[in-house]
């Protein structure tokens, strides 16, 4: 009965365990760095399993040309073996280039040179088969040309892939500190009997024992690639966003080393007149043609430049580029066009003033005015028509006194505080008692801005007050029975909706907030043909966005409710 030498058994087992691991990258065949690694480790099995093979023929022709055999197979590992460290890490321009490819014709003129060994003394001399531990050796002496090529082949390249995977994943896979370890221990025990191989004496280097050690090899592998999924997120990602990120911005970049001298910039820079490759390596003040001292410090500033755009300004700002040692070593400035900015903002600005100062002073004329014309004017007709220019006068000034109070509020620093609800709306349903059926019903507290918050709700219980007197059956009801008071409801409570802690519903029994009015709102933005009829609403809906809120409405046949949404909430007591 034929029993196989130990070492064989060995080698098999290490083409399993090879083959295992391949099998299981496969399932990611649809990546270029699988499949060059599925093709490394598919080498590897057939390098494991034909040497199996050949330490157990004693016959010594097909025993010279089983190692042949499996030598061509180990002089495809590490070539595959590279491809996948470039890919996986993000060299991907490297290992689609001519470079790489051309670095295949070491392992393809190794092959050659195997394959045709018998023919000629340029592979190996002193072949002959020898007994090895109970198996069937083979001791030849590499010549030095195939020495050198064994060794760029196998370990060069190996080596390069490994340090490659090191390296990244230390640098952008800081979950993989473990993974990485086992990476670079994995080319270990291979080139130790590699080595062993290469340069030991007779029987230990008949026998090439990278193919036992390629079971630890492989087991590592699995261990990094397998077990731990690094598959499912390769630093590529983040390699490649380093290299492209700062390209990709669409505001100018420049890159200064710790002397203040540009050293890179992205392509949006180019508009810049000062700004060309001849000028890397010049201080930044001379290349901007700006007396920039030191471009790390947090000051904000401003540079117009001429571009070829026409003038633009520029918000300046920079930030520390900080090695893992801590030292700064540079800094990246972006300048960040703000020229619509600034444009939009100091059109904002006027029409704030005009806002403030020259329509409100306008207005108060023209009220005045047309309050004396009412008293003055005999004809009805007459008095009727200053009466409508004296209440649209109102009616813009009140919209006024809004856009201002709100602005107001917008400039001062929110003041979040305990805010008894009760006690708040109480004083906002004060004023229209005796124009409407107030009431209100309040069972928590909450934490907020006392004054953003009573504001969103006097502009609420306003706009119920006003348009909650006519049109809905539940009103009509009531005008039949003599009332025809708007009736208008406010409640608080703790909310159900996860994300927020306190409800306060304000509900009225009008028609209904009209649904363009509601469209414009969830879209967030008029148009000349779709837009309110006012300011009371965005007002809310802006006074909640700075609280943290939310505001929905809800419109039935009795009325609408339009609910305040609100993160926090305080106990009562």
């Known amino acids: 009965m034929f029993t196989p030498p130990l070492l064989a058994v060995v080698a098999v087992a290490s083409a399993l365990a090879s083959a295992s691991v391949a099998a299981y990258v496969w399932r990611y ?20 399993l034909t040497y199996a093979a050949a330490l157990a023929v004693p016959t010594p022709d ?20 590279l491809g996948f460290a470039l890919e996986y890490t993000g060299y991907l321009d490297v290992s689609n280039s001519r470079t790489f490819a051309a670095l295949a014709a070491l392992p393809f003129a190794t092959s050659a ?64 500190r473990t993974e990485a370890l086992a990476v670079g221990l994995s080319v270990v025990p291979p080139g130790a009997g590699l080595a062993v191989w290469l340069f030991g004496p007779d029987p230990v280097g008949a026998i090439n024992w990278a193919v036992a050690l390629a079971v630890p090899h492989a087991l590592l592998d699995a261990y990094a690639f397998v077990g731990t999924e690094m598959f499912e997120a390769s630093p590529a990602t983040r390699r490649v966003a380093d290299e492209q990120s700062i390209d990709a911005l669409p505001d100018p970049v420049l890159v200064v080393d710790d002397a203040d001298r540009l050293v890179d910039y992205n392509a949006a820079a180019r508009a810049f007149p000062g ?24 000051d904000d500033r401003y540079l117009t430049v001429d571009t070829d755009a026409g003038r633009r300004e520029f918000d300046v700002q920079t930030a520390p580029l900080v090695a893992p040692s801590g030292r700064e070593v540079g800094a990246t ?32 004329t023209v009220i005045g005015s047309s309050s004396m014309l009412e008293e003055r004017l005999d004809d009805p007709e007459n008095r009727q028509l200053a009466t409508y220019v004296r209440q649209s006068g109102e009616a813009l000034q009140e919209i006024g006194e809004k856009a201002r109070r709100f602005d107001a509020l917008q400039r001062r620093e929110l003041a979040v505080e305990r805010v008894d609800l009760a006690a708040l709306v109480d004083d906002v349903l004060e004023p229209y008692a005796d124009r409407a059926d107030v009431a209100a019903a309040v069972s928590v507290d909450a934490v907020t801005d006392r004054e953003t918050l009573s504001f969103a709700l006097e502009n609420l219980v306003e706009n119920a007050v006003e348009h909650g007197a006519t049109g809905s059956p539940s009103q009509a009801r ?36 009209p649904e363009t009015e509601l469209d414009v709102l ?46 926090e909430a305080a106990a009562r007591t």
């Open 62 to 81: 097909v025993r010279v040309a089983l190692e042949l055999a499996s030598l061509v197979c180990m002089f495809w590992v590490s070539y595959p073996f």
């Open 275 to 298: 700004v060309a490759d001849e000028r890397v390596g010049r201080p930044i003040g001379g290349v901007l043609d700006e007396p920039f001292a030191s471009v790390a410090d947090d």
């Open 478 to 513: 009531e005008n039949a029975e003599g009332s025809d008071d708007p009736r208008v409801r406010v409640s608080a409570t703790a909310a159900d909706r996860d994300e927020y802690a306190v409800r306060i519903d304000v509900s009225d029994d009008g028609p209904g907030i």
């Open 522 to 567: 969830s879209r967030g933005y008029e148009s000349s043909l779709e837009h309110g009829s006012g300011i009371g609403l965005w007002i809310v809906v802006w006074c909640l966005a700075r609280l943290g809120g939310d505001v929905t409405f809800e419109t039935d046949e009795s009325g609408t409710t339009v609910t305040l949404w609100l993160s």
């Open 333 to 364: 400035v972006l300048f960040r066009d703000v020229t619509d900015e600034r444009e939009r903002r100091q059109r904002l600005e006027v029409l704030n003033r005009i806002l403030r100062h020259n329509l409100r002073n306008k207005l108060t």
């Open 29 to 48: 065949r649809t990546r270029p760095d699988a499949r060059w690694f599925t093709a490394s480790l598919g080498a590897q099995s057939l390098w494991c």
């Open 113 to 176: 040179l195997a394959v045709t060994a018998p023919f000629h003394d340029s592979f190996w001399t002193g072949v002959r088969v020898v007994d090895a531990f109970g198996a069937v050796g083979l001791a030849y002496a590499l010549t030095p040309l195939a020495l050198v090529l064994v060794l760029v082949v196998v370990s060069t390249y190996a080596t390069l892939g490994s340090l490659l995977l090191i390296d990244t994943i230390l640098s952008y896979g800081r979950f993989y």
